[in-house]
């Protein structure tokens, strides 16, 4: 197993295993400098990502993050995923799938996290008002 495998590894231990408990773990797992990227946010170092992470935990019930799939080129891995969760007082669980692109320094540490989804067909489609108005666009386009 190479060093990277063992990066990543890691990494995706660190991700299925998320809790408010496990968010500081990232320390071990990336660089000072870190940036986390996803539809909602841009953020660059490493205590801002973990409170990131950690707001996770506040808006959502039961998050849970599964890798189902896994590539790497160079030093970067591609980690495919699927997330679950509730929404704080809501009953039904939601899923979003989607693709991180994560780039790991020579020393195995994460140096960036590039998360890749539709954050409109997954998110803000099932979203009361917006979702409505999605759906309608989506519908006129289709035409």
């Not at 986390?36 to 808006?59: H, N, S, Y």
């Amino acid at each position: 197993m190479s060093d990277l495998d063992v990066a990543v590894a890691a990494y995706v231990a660190y991700w299925e295993g998320l809790s408010p408990e496990t968010v500081a773990r990232l320390d071990d797992l990336a660089v000072e400098g870190f940036r986390f990227v996803d539809p909602f946010q841009d953020i660059t170092g490493r205590e801002r990502a973990k409170r990131a992470f950690a707001a996770t935990f506040d808006a959502t019930d039961e998050p849970r993050f599964r890798v189902t799939d896994r590539a790497t080129s160079g030093r970067t891995a591609y980690l495919r995923w699927t997330f679950t969760f509730r929404p704080k007082g809501r009953a039904a669980v939601w899923t979003i799938e989607g693709m991180s692109e994560v780039a790991f320094g020579a020393d195995g540490r994460a140096l960036s996290h590039i998360d890749h989804w539709d954050a409109g067909g997954q998110f803000y489609a099932r979203l009361p008002v917006l979702g409505t108005l999605i759906r309608l666009v989506k519908r006129r386009l289709a035409h």
